[in-house]
């Protein structure tokens, strides 16, 4: 259970302009800029959840994971995550959660990657059976037998975030924080990552909370989104209702061998090719049977899919939108 | 607790791997040692009367300087403790139910420990078999060099405590050069680095012993070598104790002030 209620931060930043005579300037008077990374935010996550933390750089993201994963301290409000105040009891709470973060590495950089759970076994004091249990089980999911006897500086990026997973996983924890764990990996790896994280939170009854960029990774994992930009709670609702919220139109490819499409209003032409059109369905002007429906009295059609805008294209909306 | 005894072993074995600068070091170390013991001998000559310790005394707290030189170098710290607070990898350390202090602490005495361990046998060996007033002699008696193994061992922690100070500043500086070199120089001075702390006049000998850095290395090497004995001895260790405290204390006051205001940084 993660519940945070007016959870606010302050960053005191200091900003200059460019050239000499302004750093020389700034030598003697530095000039300081306050900025709000996060305003007031509130939110709770029942056990077992999995959310998906989304917006734009800069938006906060990462701001509230650290303060709930007790490294940071916010000016104000309160968070409280299975009965702790992670900043006031961070190494208490350290043993209930898992952290990646996507930029960063946790591993020892010149020994094996298994020397490195060696060390977490015992900072984390898991006793030998559970971390047999939780060791084999993780390397088989995410197939790291061949990679784990390797040192860290000399595995590909995709292999390193899979073991950081992996190491973060080793002490069983009940909350699992994930910044951008899919951050530059090729697609095979992130579906490997992504189907793991699903395994995870199903078998173990994790609690996930995940930011990301990549909304492949959202669709693929999560039914929740927290919207956040610059610093406030924008929107918290299911992904689906906001699909339908934000994106408000279909795609519709059609193949056909002969006719010429009659256009009314609500529909329009994408792309058209030889006896293949791409249309945009307009779905607050006209739904999607009818419109097939006015297709088919036009065209004779061989073939027709239809799909619903991405979750990419539903960010860039919402982004758009909400003006963040 | 056996958290931090696997982050010592896993430092040390990682340190082990590098051979060749165990070597280079030993090679220095000696050189080292050598020209010191020649400079002072030149001095002897002169008029022997007119130092505080004997010839073969200075040749023992010289050897003993060069082959426990990697628990007192003033110089030497962890980069990678430093890296972690600029880059903001701190935040996994932080991440850890484990104090950051006493982590830190156990990693930069592991790293200072392996070194010595790899470098100290060589040159107390040969230091040993050297002739009479050039090499090192036995300590007095049983009892002292006891006493100093566990001076050793306290100027060592103290040694350590100092230096999270300094990385402690990082978290308010972002670049500890600054403050490093000037520890650096303080250091060589007032710890006896240059020359051992009896050489100076009187009055400043007497000002150098109360400061935490005689408490470092000047300490031990005088209980080994019979300069200090009785109830001086004790006067030291107390002091070394006292001020081993002191910077503990302070340096976990600071840790966390300092784990208030971090800002993690990078993203």
């Known amino acids: 259970m993660i519940e945070l209620k007016n959870i606010s931060k302050t960053f005191k930043i200091a900003r200059r302009n460019a050239g000499f005579g302004e750093a020389a300037k700034a030598f003697f008077h530095k000039e300081y800029e306050y900025v709000k990374a996060l305003d007031n935010i509130t939110f709770t996550i029942p056990e077992g959840e999995m959310v998906g933390y989304i917006g734009p750089n800069g938006a906060g993201k990462s701001c509230t994971i650290k303060i709930m994963s007790g490294i940071l301290n916010p000016d104000g409000g309160t968070c409280v995550i299975n009965g702790r105040t992670p900043w006031k009891d961070r190494i208490n709470h350290a043993k209930e959660i898992g952290v990646v973060f996507g930029q960063r590495s946790q591993l020892w950089w010149d020994v094996p990657v298994v020397d490195s759970f060696e060390l977490l076994k015992d900072i984390y004091k898991i006793d030998e059976k559970q971390y047999k249990q939780s060791f084999d089980e993780l390397v088989s999911l995410l197939n790291l037998e061949s990679i784990i006897k390797t040192p860290t500086r000399q595995l590909s990026l995709g292999q390193r975030m899979r073991c950081e997973i992996a190491a973060s996983l080793l002490h069983n924890p009940k909350i699992l924080f994930l910044d951008e764990p899919t951050i530059g990996l090729d697609a095979v790896s992130k579906i490997a990552v992504r189907e793991f994280i699903k395994s995870i939170n199903k078998n173990r009854k994790t609690t996930v909370i995940l930011t990301t960029h990549d909304m492949q990774d959202i669709e693929a994992l999560t039914k929740r989104i927290i919207l956040i930009g610059k610093g406030k709670i924008l929107l918290d609702s299911d992904l689906s209702t906001l699909k339908k919220q934000y994106t408000k139109h279909k795609i519709i490819t059609v193949e056909y061998i002969s006719g010429q499409p009659n256009l009314i209003d609500g529909l329009s032409v994408a792309e058209n090719n030889k006896n293949r059109l791409v249309i945009a369905i307009d779905t607050s002007k006209i739904s999607v049977s009818n419109a097939i429906a006015k297709l088919s009295e036009s065209l004779d059609i061989t073939d027709i899919t239809v799909s619903s805008a991405s979750a990419e294209e539903m960010v860039v909306s919402m982004y758009k939108e909400l003006n963040i | ?267």
């Open chain 2, 1 to 267: 607790m056996k958290a931090y005894f696997t982050f010592f072993k896993i430092r040390f074995i990682n340190g082990l791997q590098y051979r060749a600068a165990a070597y280079a070091g030993v090679a220095t170390q000696f050189a080292w040692g050598f020209m010191t013991i020649l400079m002072f001998s030149a001095f002897y000559k002169s008029n022997p009367e007119n130092f505080p310790m004997t010839f073969e005394n200075l040749t023992t707290y010289i050897w003993l300087q060069q082959s426990f030189l990697a628990l007192f170098m003033a110089w030497f710290f962890d980069n990678e403790i430093f890296d972690s607070i600029s880059s903001g990898n701190v935040a996994y350390e932080l991440c850890r139910p484990t104090g950051l202090y006493e982590m830190w602490f156990v990693r930069s005495l592991s790293s200072r420990i392996y070194r010595v361990v790899l470098r100290c046998s060589p040159i107390l060996i040969v230091a040993a078999f050297l002739p009479a007033p050039y090499g090192i002699s036995l300590p007095v008696d049983i009892m002292a060099f006891f006493l100093f193994i566990l001076s050793l061992a306290l100027g060592s922690f103290l040694m350590v405590s100092i230096n999270m100070l300094i990385y402690a500043s990082t978290f308010y500086t972002i670049s500890p050069m600054g403050i490093r070199i000037l520890s650096v120089s303080i250091f060589e001075l007032f710890s006896g680095a240059i020359i051992p702390l009896p050489f100076l006049p009187d009055n400043v000998h007497r000002i150098f012993n109360l400061l935490p850095f005689a408490s470092t290395q000047n300490t031990p090497f005088l209980i080994y070598n019979g300069y200090l004995s009785g109830k001086s001895v004790f006067h030291a260790l107390l002091l070394q104790i006292a001020w081993l405290f002191t910077f503990v204390l302070f340096g976990k006051l600071l840790f966390r002030d300092a784990l208030k205001k971090v800002v993690v940084q990078g993203g």
